[in-house]
């Protein structure tokens, strides 16, 4: 039933635990640019506002960066709990070009884009 084998799968693993160093690299210099005195400081309102504005980007990043930690993290338990590969809403195999692209990928391209666009409904 599984398609990948156990190179593939190790090939994957290995794949996603160096995206997922990548990812909690970037995601440590955002967390400390965060911090920058020169935000945290401000005075004049016109400041502050364009340092909101830049928190804010910063925020967006990190919030990404996270989420794609999460998959990432969800897809190296997926590998030791042999379901990697399989999307997690169907069951059905998510296809190998799609994890070839992104390895982290859980769903399907179905699923994937029915999530997506459920999430724009919603926001
Ligand atoms: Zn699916």
Not at 84 to 94: A, L, M, N, T
Request: net charge negative; with cysteine; hydrophobic share 35%.
């Amino acid at each position: 039933m599984v398609s990948l084998n156990f190179s593939e799968i190790s090939a994957f693993k290995t794949e996603l635990e160096n995206l997922l160093e990548q990812l909690r690299t970037e995601a440590k210099g955002e967390y400390a640019q965060q911090t920058r005195p020169q935000e945290v400081h401000v005075h004049d309102s016109g400041e502050e506002a364009e340092a909101v504005v830049d928190l804010m980007i910063n925020v967006e990043n990190l919030a990404r960066h996270d989420e794609e930690i999460q998959e990432c993290l969800a897809a190296l338990k997926r590998i030791d709990e042999g379901e990697f590969g399989f999307c997690v809403d169907c069951g059905d195999e998510i296809e190998l070009s799609r994890l070839r692209a992104y390895p982290a990928a859980g769903r399907c391209i179905r699923c994937q884009s029915a999530f997506e666009s459920a999430d724009k409904k919603t926001v």
